[in-house]
T-cell receptor
Framework: DSGVTQTPKHLITATGQRVTLRCSPRSGDLSVYWYQQSLDQGLQFLIQYYNGEERAKGNILERFSAQQFPDLHSELNLSSLELGDSALYFC????????????FGPGTRLTVT | GQQVMQIPQYQHVQEGEDFTTYCNSSTTLSNIQWYKQRPGGHPVFLIQLVKSGEVKKQKRLTFQFGEAKKNSSLHITATQTTDVGTYFCAGKDGATNKLIFGTGTLLAVQP
């Protein structure tokens, strides 16, 4: 158990819909990262927050957005869902901004039908 | 943009054989991390290398960071069935500070 929690574990929704994935980092960690893992794309970095502020952006679509709240939990919002958005979404946390190991949550499996 | 490639994509070995996965970046890295993901699980941090030419060992696992800080390798001696999983390298680009995960190597170990 990494100490990072993610909800829900599984999510099945239809194309065009909007969903919110939630992540609680390890106690004491200020950085939160979001990743998308699909079979053909590997592990893709989406976005990083540090203490409520956006710090780095990866290959995140405009239909996706995220935020980190004052209690440090984070949410990833996915809208206008497409079939290709079906994937495993991981949240990870680390103590600081740079050069720190990341602890991954168990992931949320999103299926868009 | 920065790319981090790993080879091989897949390796099947007999238990007891050695295994090596290689990680190559198109840009110089400030550090490199290695993660292991068991089937159905999430990535778990193994180690971080920071210095040019650095070598670190964890029991049967040996990690190396290249002199030019553009490549890295993970070598497992005498594989065991518990080594099964996908091994990812993750390089932090020195210019952008983004951590880019490699494509991963799936290791299968036959008892």
């Amino acid at each position: 158990d990494s100490g990072v929690t993610q909800t829900p574990k599984h999510l099945i929704t239809a194309t065009g819909q909007r969903v919110t994935l939630r992540c609680s980092p390890r106690s004491g960690d200020l950085s939160v990262y979001w990743y998308q893992q699909s079979l053909d794309q590997g592990l893709q970095f989406l976005i990083q927050y540090y203490n409520g502020e956006e710090r780095a952006k990866g290959n995140i679509l405009e239909r996706f957005s995220a935020q980190q709240f004052p209690d440090l939990h984070s949410e990833l919002n996915l809208s206008s869902l497409e079939l290709g958005d079906s994937a495993l979404y991981f949240c990870a946390s680390s103590v600081g901004i740079q050069n720190y190991e990341q602890y991954f949550g168990p992931g949320t499996r999103l299926t868009v039908t | 943009g920065q790319q981090v490639m790993q080879i091989p994509q897949y390796q099947h070995v007999q238990e007891g054989e050695d295994f090596t996965t290689y990680c190559n970046s198109s840009t110089t890295l400030s550090n490199i991390q290695w993660y292991k993901q068991r089937p159905g699980g999430h990535p778990v941090f193994l180690i971080q290398l920071v210095k040019s030419g650095e070598v670190k060992k964890q029991k049967r696992l040996t990690f190396q960071f290249g002199e030019a800080k553009k490549n890295s390798s993970l070598h497992i001696t005498a594989t065991q069935t518990t080594d099964v999983g996908t091994y990812f390298c993750a390089g932090k680009d020195g210019a952008t500070n983004k951590l880019i995960f490699g494509t991963g190597t799936l290791l299968a170990v036959q008892p």
